[in-house]
């Protein structure tokens, strides 16, 4: 029996904001999930003495609230970094945000003056055509002129979602790269950043043993008040009359039913939570789930002889002969995420479920990614101490040009639910942040203790360049 506890369906980002907003206000929670671990996708892995997230994952956000909230969590354990990033492209390392006298090194004067041309024509073009956007491809291009956007931008973009960049929605470009701009790049070139908040492109914080320290803080947080079935996956959601009533788990392979005598929030993916309803959405709404995508994500994971690999926190690869799309270097996030004289690298690939790298094993996976490895210069087989694979499903939702439509059709159907939330990236189908999901968790909370009903569109919607936040 619930005993009239609030039911928290994931124990990511967004579900333990909750958890821990809830038993603020001395309102009790259970939070069920499927890993061991709590964090979701900013979870960490350890792996002997090394340490690694799931990914990069560094915290930025608008929201002062959230760095205070935790810097109290934290302590002397939220530190400071200084950031360095990096694209390879042609051979070349170019600095990442772009450094104007970098990028010029690189590409050569002629290509340099073809970016400023391409990108003068686009401004113009704009002046005597007030067109909208249909793709991601066609707003690059016209934010950035086509030479800077066949460069990197689109090339990432489409190693990353495995679909042409004239079928990902605009609305990829309006939600990350807003506000960015060559004559942005060229403005901070020419002049120092002004006293204020900095941004977040030049440092950020980070928990210095893991991105885990935050969310295991914050179960700590919850405290008494939150009942925890880790390792316990959904199997069944009931409901009737609009209600949500029950909801059915498979924990340590054991069946439990666990009844909603209050309110219930989902993180799960949404694809998922209509999929486990029982009775059966309507055909209707089955049809809209089937038309929304999730990427998956593999990380490869090596641990090396050596005390470093490169400088930077992370590095992109763009071109498509290189399997991987990225590299981080934990190590660089924290020196106690490797043990002295000794460094790591992941590397990570984005996939479909089921397809040549989702199924490839660690040994296929190494074979593929060691020759490019000592290509760039970073490892030499010898170095590799061991070797680890893991793998996410339904890491990244896809903004196809037809996402939205089926989305906002499968939202409308659950908010039918009268005491049902559904937040986070997977819960509301929003590729966003760590500090977004932190947001949803703390509103949905708040939506239950305030009788109110707080929206979450606004949410990850800034139109500026997502990386800008507050540093003290």
């Known amino acids: 029996m619930n005993d009239e506890k609030i ?24 939070i069920v999930e499927k890993n061991l671990e709590v964090g979701g996708l900013a979870r960490t892995f350890f792996y002997g003495n090394f340490r690694t997230d ?13 760095y205070d909230f935790i810097e109290e969590l934290l302590g002397k354990k939220w530190i400071k970094v200084k950031r360095i990033t990096r694209f390879y492209i042609k051979e070349k390392f170019f600095l990442y945000p772009v450094n104007l006298k970098n990028a010029v090194l690189n590409v050569g004067v002629f290509h340099a003056f073809r970016i ?9 073009k704009k002046i005597f055509r007030k067109k909208q956007s249909v793709s991601f491809e066609e707003q690059i291009v016209s934010d950035f002129g086509r030479s800077l956007a066949e460069l990197n931008m689109l090339n990432y973009t489409e190693k990353i979602w495995g679909i042409p960049c004239s079928k990902i929605s605009p ?26 908040p900095k941004s977040m492109v030049e440092q950020f914080y980070y928990p210095e043993e893991g991105n885990y320290l935050i ?20 199997s069944k959601i009931t409901h009737k009359n609009s209600i949500i009533s029950k909801v059915e788990i498979i924990s340590n392979g054991k069946k439990q039913e666990i009844e909603v005598n209050n309110e219930i929030i989902s993180s799960i993916p949404i694809t998922l939570f209509i999929r486990l309803l029982e009775p059966k959405a309507p055909k209707s709404i089955v049809g809209e789930v089937k038309k929304l995508k999730f990427r998956s994500h593999v990380s490869l994971f090596i641990t090396l002889n050596k005390s ?24 660089n996030f924290s020196k106690k995420m490797s043990p002295e004289n000794k460094t790591s690298i992941l590397l990570e690939f984005f996939c479909w479920e089921n397809d ?70 997977g819960g509301r189908f929003k590729y966003n942040n760590q500090d977004h999901a932190l947001e949803m968790g703390f509103i949905a909370a708040r939506n239950i203790i305030e009788r109110k009903k707080h929206s979450f569109e606004y949410i990850g919607t800034e139109q500026e360049y997502f990386e800008k936040g507050y540093v003290k």
């Open 7 to 30: 039911l928290i369906l994931g124990a990511g980002p967004a579900g333990m904001a909750a958890a821990v907003q809830l038993s603020k206000n001395r309102k009790e929670s259970i």
């Open 54 to 66: 799931v990914g990069p994952h560094r915290f930025f956000s608008k929201n002062k609230f959230l």
């Open 116 to 124: 400023i041309l391409d990108y003068l024509i686009e401004k113009i």
């Open 171 to 196: 609305d990829w470009a309006t939600q990350r790269i807003q506000g960015l701009s060559i004559k942005e790049v060229i403005k901070k070139a020419l002049k120092k950043t002004g006293v204020g």
């Open 215 to 234: 969310y295991e803080k914050m179960r700590k947080k919850a405290g008494k008040n939150a009942v925890f079935k880790m390792n316990s996956a959904v």
């Open 308 to 331: 470093s690999v490169f400088k930077d926190q992370w590095i992109y690869f763009p071109e498509k002969e290189i399997p991987f799309a990225r590299i981080m270097e934990p190590k």
């Open 356 to 425: 040549k790298i989702w199924n490839a094993n660690k040994e296929e996976l190494f074979k593929l990614a060691v020759p490019w490895l000592e290509k760039l210069g970073f490892i030499n087989k010898k170095e590799v101490i061991n070797y680890f694979v893991h793998k996410e499903k339904n890491a990244y939702p896809v903004y196809d040009l037809n996402y939205n439509r089926p989305l906002n059709k499968i939202i409308n159907y659950l908010n039918q639910f009268e005491n049902l939330q559904v937040i986070g990236r």
